[in-house]
């Protein structure tokens, strides 16, 4: 009795030191699944360190794949996760650390986002960092006015296959991956096809400067040109396909083989040890590129496949 009561002692006390997370927005099953490593000790994938406590329903009505699952999803967070479900978002940033933007509609992000910089807590946002390029760069703009870190990232960028591809002296990359398109997102990329583009700025970084996108109902081709003559391409298929990319060199190709998606775990890793140690993972300039990336990719299948600068 005394041995349990000490082990009984010993987890309290370790949970009681775990950063309290919050999530906006359970219309995600991004939502379930970080709550299952970070809150379920039985999780083969669980991560100590940080819990989430508390969620905002949020949700789009508008949008079947919002409306259909946020009142699904924060049923299973508040009766499995212990997870408690709050009114508003004001009420959240009493009860968190940090907050996990999870709103699976990109649209919602620039006004959620004003409501939890409020707060002035670290903020992982889930992709996409929003809808537009416009609103892309004001959430940037709130944070600095707010000084609130923050990062978004896919987990695709975070992919177990991605170390290997980071070749010496790479000069270009070949990525693919499914491309859904979501009427209501007006920069059509960040629905679906921003995992890839993650994947190809996690092996390039910025330095992108003109963009040529190949647009056909079933598949299209979007390629950048880097100030230092590197090349990369994303390749997005519909409705559905796997991911992967292979890596240039000049003396070495390597590809990531069929399925490059590894799950979340190593995101997860990275948003927990964000919250930790305050550093930001990814620069914020390097996000905003990627979004003049997709604005100027919507630019040039607008007029027919030009050329098109990033502005």
Avoid at 174 to 181: D, K, R, T, V
Avoid at 220 to 242: A, C, F, M, Q
Avoid at 278 to 307: C, H, K, W, Y
């Amino acid at each position: 009795m005394r041995t349990f009561i000490c082990l009984a002692f010993l987890a309290f006390s370790l949970s009681a030191a775990d950063l309290r997370l919050g999530i906006v927005g359970t219309d995600t099953s991004h939502a379930v699944a970080f709550a299952s490593m970070l809150n379920d000790p039985a999780h083969k994938d669980y991560l100590p360190g940080a819990r989430i406590v508390a969620a905002y329903k949020g949700g789009s009505p508008d949008l079947p794949e919002s409306a259909g699952r946020v009142e699904k999803y924060a049923a299973e967070l508040k009766s499995k996760y212990n997870v408690e479900i709050v009114p508003d978002i004001a009420t959240l940033l009493t009860k968190v650390d940090a907050v996990l933007l999870e709103s699976v509609d990109g649209r919602t992000h620039l006004a959620q986002f004003k409501e939890i910089a409020k707060g002035r807590k670290p903020v992982f946002i889930d992709k996409p960092l929003a809808s537009t390029y416009a609103d892309a760069r004001e959430i940037a703009r709130i944070a600095r006015e707010n000084n609130v870190k923050w990062f978004s990232a896919s987990s695709l960028r975070y992919a177990d296959g991605i170390p290997a591809l980071k070749l010496n002296g790479l000069t270009g990359v070949f990525a693919w991956g499914p491309g859904p398109l979501e009427a209501h997102h007006q920069l059509d990329l960040t629905w679906y096809g921003i995992h890839t583009v993650e994947v190809l700025y996690a092996l390039l970084g910025p330095g992108c400067e003109e963009v040529t996108r190949t647009f056909s109902p079933d598949a299209e081709v979007v390629t950048g040109r880097w100030k230092d003559g590197r090349v990369g391409t994303i390749r997005l298929h519909r409705p559905y396909s796997s991911f992967g990319a292979t890596a240039f060199a000049p003396k070495e190709i390597v590809s990531s083989g069929k399925e490059m998606y590894s799950g979340y775990k190593n995101l997860v890793i990275q948003f927990v040890k964000f919250f930790q140690t305050g550093v930001v993972p990814i620069d914020e300039n390097e996000t905003l590129e990627m979004f003049a990336f997709m604005d100027a990719a919507q630019r040039s299948r607008e007029s027919g496949g030009v050329p098109v600068k990033l502005r």
